[in-house]
């Protein structure tokens, strides 16, 4: 009993440690129908720079989150303009080449990382690392703190979204960016600013995957595919079905690791996505584009 309520417990906050990451893509894409590839390599960006944070001033960079939001929110912000040259006007699949750019976008970041910070892995320290709360079962406090974060993050994206007049124009470009283009939303600047804030929270999230597990380079591919399955099992663009996604993919990498073996993590994810794919192609609740 205790090996299950264990599990669980792993399961529950594995899935908070996605649930920041997949919240982002899921609204990049139901604002800009753009399907960022690069979503793994923001992560990966976000645990390199806290690695040298810390290398250069010593602190912890669990304290200095703001600090990094703001620096991927510029980053994100910069960015976007490219990416709407790249996917608006008259171009034809406006998706796939939003999907090849930032698919190219990810091969230069990763290449980047390969040759400035070669295959080494690197790791980061904060002052919640090596620490448990023993309550009958182990509770790991740093893994608990990005459970806390993810869970706290993405809900108060979500009152943004829908007790703010910004957060209202985000949710009427998601639904149509022509009819909010005639109403007086400007939909260039409420694109930039889901970009930014989607880079933004996912560089934070890389803070917290880079204090749980190991940084390299590779380490992005990882959290794409993590994050395209939570997105497609929530329903693409549809937020708030995001949190109980992350969860139950959370619980199945962690029940599947236990009871079945490590090596078929992989094989139920896919399994999972594919007959979601197949049965609920709009997603467990029937809301996704």
Request: proline share 3%.
């Amino acid at each position: 009993m205790e090996l299950f309520l264990q599990t669980l417990l792993d399961g529950v906050l594995i899935g908070g440690t996605l649930v920041v990451i997949a919240a982002g893509f899921s609204l990049c894409f139901g604002v800009m129908d753009v399907i960022d590839f690069a979503v793994g390599e923001w992560v990966m960006l976000g645990a390199y720079t806290a690695f040298w944070f810390q290398e250069f001033t010593g602190g912890d960079p669990m304290a200095a989150l703001p600090l990094f939001f703001a620096l991927f929110f510029a980053g994100g912000y910069l960015l976007q303009p490219l990416i709407q040259r790249v996917t608006a006007g008259k171009r034809p699949h406006p998706v796939l080449m939003g999907l090849l750019f930032t698919f190219g976008l990810a091969t230069v970041a990763k290449g980047s990382a390969l040759y400035f910070w070669g295959f080494n892995f690197r790791s980061i320290r904060t002052w919640l690392s090596g620490q448990n709360v023993q309550i009958g079962i182990t509770v790991p406090s740093l893994r608990f703190a990005g459970f806390l974060f993810g869970v706290f993050a993405t809900l108060t994206f979500m009152a943004f979204l829908y007790w703010t007049r910004t957060g209202r124009a985000i949710r009427a470009t998601a639904q149509d960016r022509v009819t909010a283009g005639l109403l007086g939303v400007d939909v260039r600047r409420i694109s930039a600013l889901v970009y930014a804030v989607y880079a933004g929270l996912t560089g934070m999230a890389g803070v917290l995957i880079g204090a749980l597990f190991s940084i390299h380079a590779g380490m992005g591919l990882r959290y794409t595919t993590l994050a395209f399955f939570v997105v497609v099992l929530a329903g693409m663009g549809f937020v708030p079905g995001v949190i109980p996604a992350a969860l139950f993919m959370g619980l199945l990498q962690s029940l599947t690791a236990v009871y079945l073996g490590s090596r078929y993590v992989g094989l139920a994810l896919f399994g999972v996505f594919y007959l979601t794919l197949v049965v609920a192609p709009k997603g467990l609740f029937g809301r996704g584009s």
